[in-house]
Every structure is written in C-alpha cells, then in structure tokens.
C-alpha cells in the first residue's frame, strides 16, 4: 500500500512537471521534479489497478522527456510534455 502511494505521487507529480514544461520548456524547478518522478516512477511496479502496459508507457515518456530536456529543441519538450500530460491526465 505504501508503494503504490508513493507511485501515485510520483504520478501526481510528474503530470504536475510535464504540465509546467509543456508550457514552460526552459523551467528549472519542473525539470527537477520531473526528474524526481520519473526516477520513481521507471522503478516502481504499478499500483494496485493500474494498468501495467500503461504504466510502462508513461515511465517510457518520462524517460524521453527526460533525455530531451538535456539538450533537446524546446518545441520537442513542450510535445513530449503534453504526451506525457495526455497519458496521465485521467489517472490524478
């Protein structure tokens, strides 16, 4: 239980994170926590009812967002960002 709150969270803040950087692609703080969260969320099993293929998919697309923001064209941040967004935005 523990586990998947700490997920959720992570979850909660990495749609947080994606929805600053879609909009905000230069954003220090969201890169930050956006790195916090997908750190936990690439290494956390889903949580209880969650859908494991869909859990897999949005660690992928903060891992790519993550790589994009050293170095990528910010326009490339804000689309992986608002992907990221998408893909979360009915499981916070």
Known sequence: VESDEAAMEA??????AADRLA???DSS???AELEA????VTASAPPWGF???LWVRIGDA????????DGGM???VML??????????DHV
């Open 29 to 31: 703080p969201a890169a």
């Open 37 to 40: 969260a997908t750190t936990t």
């Open 80 to 89: 992986a960002a608002e992907e990221i967004r998408d893909l979360v935005r």
């Open 51 to 53: 859908d494991a293929r």
């Open 74 to 76: 910010l326009g490339d």
């Open 62 to 69: 903060a891992t790519r967002l993550r790589d994009l923001l």
């Open 11 to 16: 979850l909660s803040a990495l749609y947080g």
């Open 23 to 25: 909009r905000h692609p």
